[in-house]
């Protein structure tokens, strides 16, 4: 059974810094891709960032040069540094990791959520 777990999330006031973690298992085939989503009361859940096995990474705008996403894949864990908070990054931040495939687009598993909460 894949599991993706997160931790790290909590309350931080403005400009703050928090870690996010993520950890993937359960799979005989090794993960692909990993990123992190997040998603606000009322709004559509949104890429924050990925990173390919290799270290490949890609960013939202609104994150870029604030956060720094990283993997560790003898772990199977991906993090997440925030640096810089705003009010507008609280959230309940979700990672996804993918299960590689050698012909197909393998499939992909969602943890359950760590909430962020960045106020004053």
Known sequence: QVQVVESGGGLVQPGGSLRLSCAASGSSNRFNTMGWYRQAPGKQRELVASITRGGITNYADSVKDRFTISRDNAKNTVYLQMNSLKPEDTAV????????SISILGPSYWGQGTQVTVSS
């Open 93 to 100: 931040y979700y990672c996804n990791a993918r299960i590689e």
